[in-house]
C-alpha cells in the first residue's frame, strides 16, 4: 500500500507544500504556500482538510507565521506571530486539532528567548506534530483492526483518510491495517453530500491502494443497512466531547441508522481530537455557503430566493457510538475525557 503524504514542510519553498484536494480525483496537483493568508485560504476552501490534517496545518502555519513574520523588536516579533497564529486558528471552527496544533506550536515558539530560535522551534514542534499524526494513525489502525471479522463489510462517511491526516488515516487507517493484517475488506464509501470528500477522496484513496470500495449516495445508506450487507459503521471525528462525536454532517444519522439494525458503530480519532473543556452544546458547528448546495457546475440547483441551510458538521451523542479507537487503544462511552486524557502515558501527541 502506498504511503500518500497530504502535506508537509519544504525547506527549499520555505514553506508547506500540500496535495489541492478540491481537484481530486481527476487532479493530483501540488500546491507550496508560503503565505499564512494562502494557508487560511487554502483551509477555508478545503484544499487542506480532515481533522488530524488540520492540526497538521495549524502547526505549520504557526512556523509560517515564525518565518514570514517581522518587528522592530523581538516582543513586537511575538506579537506579530501571536496575532497570525490566532488568524489560523480561527479558520475553522468545528475540528479541535486545528486550535490544538496551533497552541502546540505556539507554546514552544513563545518560549524561546530570540527570533532564530523561535523559528528552529516553532518548526521543530510543527514537525514532530506532522510525524507523531503518522504513527497515531498506524497505532489507531491496528487496534481498530482487530475490532473487525476476518471478511467484512464496512460503511463510512466523507473521508477520514489519508488525505485527512499527515498519512495513513484513522477510520480508513483502521481498514489498511486490517487489509495488512489479511483481513477481506469491502467498503462502502457515502458520497458525503455536499463536497463529495467520500466519492471525491475515500473512493480515490482505497482504489488507488486497490481495496474493494463502491461508492453510495448518502440517502441509500439506510437500505443497504437493512439489507444485511454492512457489519460495522466506520467514521473519523472532528471533536470528541463527553457527550457527542462531532463529525461530517450525516454521520448522525448513520449512527441512528446503525443502531437500529444492530450494526456496531466506530469512532476513529487521535487523542488530539478530544476536548475535556467543552460539552456538545458549547461547540460551533461550521456553517457553510449557499451555493456548496445550490450550484452544481454551471447549473443551478435551487430557485433563487429560496433559502439554504449548509451545516457542515452534526453531532452524534456518544450513547450511539459502539467504541472509539484511539492510538491508546479502545475507548468504550461512557467517556470521561479528562480523564482519559490525564491517564499515564496518556500524552495528546496527535
Ligand atoms: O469538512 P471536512 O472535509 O474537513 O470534514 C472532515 C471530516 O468530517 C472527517 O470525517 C473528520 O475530519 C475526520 S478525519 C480523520
Redesign the pocket.
Known sequence: MKETKTLWWDESLGGIRYIDQTLLPTEYTLIGCTAVDRLITAIRR?EI????A?GVAGGYGVALAARTCTGPSFSAYTRAVKKEAGRVRESRPT?VNLSWGVDRVLAQFLAAKDVASARAAALAEAEAIAAEDTRCCHAIGEHGAALLPDRCTVLT????GAL??SSW???LGVIRSAVAAGKEMKVIACETRP?L?GARLTAWELARDGIDVTVITDSMAAHIMRSGAIDAVI????RITGDAVF??IGTYMHAVCARHHGIPFYVA?PLSTFDATRSEREVTIEERGRDEIAVLGNRTLIPDGVPVKNY??DATPTDLVSAIVTEQGIVRPPLDIGALLSRPGAKRTG
Open positions: 478545503l482538510r480532515g481533522a488530524p488540520l475540528a462517511h466523507c473521508n477520514a485527512a491526516c488515516g484513522t477510520a463536497l470528500q467514521v473519523g471525528a472532528d463529525n461530517k480519532a457542515a458538521f
